[in-house]
């Protein structure tokens, strides 16, 4: 059993994550905004298996209060095990009609949350030499969209980080293990809340996936860490193809991207958003698209099974060649 802390614990994928390691029976602590849906996420994990849960309301952008967060933790709960840095904020708007205070704000969260978060656990993994920190990524992390630049700003910012992090690592020999794990679209409640200057509710870029997906691949990034992980065909086909066609995806992106990301539902120009302050009331994990969203991904499958699937491949090729050989020697 483990000490974990997951941050934006309270909504979406967060949630979701807190159900997923609690199921384990590992002591949770759990960070994010509003105090109120903040302790229905801590009941529900300790209901749900947790040996323990402790709910801490803070702002991920205040780095003292992480870092006397993660000291209250470590008295209540022992050691950090695992921190999962998930808090996020975003807009959806085109550049032009994004304030420079909003632009901030995401950053601050989405970015230098992360980085707050990484910064605690550091200081408490690296004497120890052990511990894993998990940064929650994006497709959006290699492949920019219009409409989310100050998100995707904030996960590219993050990728640099998290690389240099891992080099340092790395160059000292340490035991402690910085992994990526980079989403696609998901049914969360995000989309009912973001801060927005569409007069339509904003949608994922589909194929729309349900966040119980992400709670698997960051359980399983904090068990076997590796590099980066990427969920979902389309988080695949998005880096793979900016990389080969980074112009041609700039064009497909202009096309069809801002239609994309609305659906017909209208909304108030007025509505309540997220991203200053919490908004009350628990909207658990799931958002409006259940019945667009899928809960597999066969490249997750791949993905979780990449080194059985490559032992299998080198011994059929093995295996070719020594049929060659044979052959030709016959």
């Known amino acids: 059993m483990s000490v974990v802390v997951i941050t934006g614990a309270s909504a979406g994928v967060g949630r979701e994550v807190a159900r997923a390691f609690a199921r384990r029976g590992d002591a949770l602590a759990l960070i994010a905004r509003e105090p109120g849906r903040l302790e229905s996420a801590r009941a529900e994990a300790e209901a749900g298996g947790a040996r323990q849960a402790i709910a801490i309301a803070l702002d991920v952008a205040d780095a003292r209060a992480v870092g006397d967060a993660a000291t209250q933790i470590e008295a209540q709960l022992g050691p950090i095990d695992v921190w999962v840095n998930n808090a ?30 990484a910064l605690a656990a550091l200081k408490r993994m690296r004497p120890r030499d052990r511990g894993v920190i998990v940064m929650v990524g994006s497709a959006l ?67 729309i996936y349900q966040p119980e997906l992400a709670a698997q691949a960051i359980v399983r990034a904090s068990e076997h860490p590796r590099r980066e992980f990427f969920v979902g065909g389309s988080t695949v086909a998005t880096i793979v193809g900016n990389r080969l066609a980074p112009r041609i995806a700039d064009r497909y992106l202009a096309r069809t991207a801002v239609a994309g990301q609305q659906t017909d539902i209208p909304i108030e120009g007025d509505r309540p958003d997220y991203l200053h302050h919490p908004l009350p009331g628990d909207r658990g994990s799931h958002g ?3 019945a667009q969203a899928v809960s597999r991904s066969y490249a997750w499958w791949l993905t979780r099974r990449r080194a059985p699937i490559a032992a299998l491949s080198a011994a059929a090729g093995g295996a070719a060649l020594a049929r060659a050989v044979v052959a030709r020697r016959g």
């Open 88 to 117: 996020m904020s975003a807009t959806l708007a085109f550049v032009h009609e994004t304030d420079a205070e909003d632009y901030r704000r995401v950053i601050e969260v989405t970015h230098l949350g992360q980085v707050h978060g």
């Open 141 to 207: 992390a290699y492949r920019a969209i219009p409409l989310q630049a100050s998100y995707c700003a904030a996960k590219h910012a993050t990728r640099g980080f998290t690389d240099a992090l891992r080099c340092e690592l790395m160059h000292e020999g340490s035991g402690v293990r910085i992994t990526s794990v980079h989403l696609p679209g998901l049914n969360t409640p995000q989309f009912g809340w973001v801060k927005t200057t569409l007069r339509r509710h904003p949608q994922p870029v589909a194929p």
């Open 288 to 290: 409006i698209f259940d």
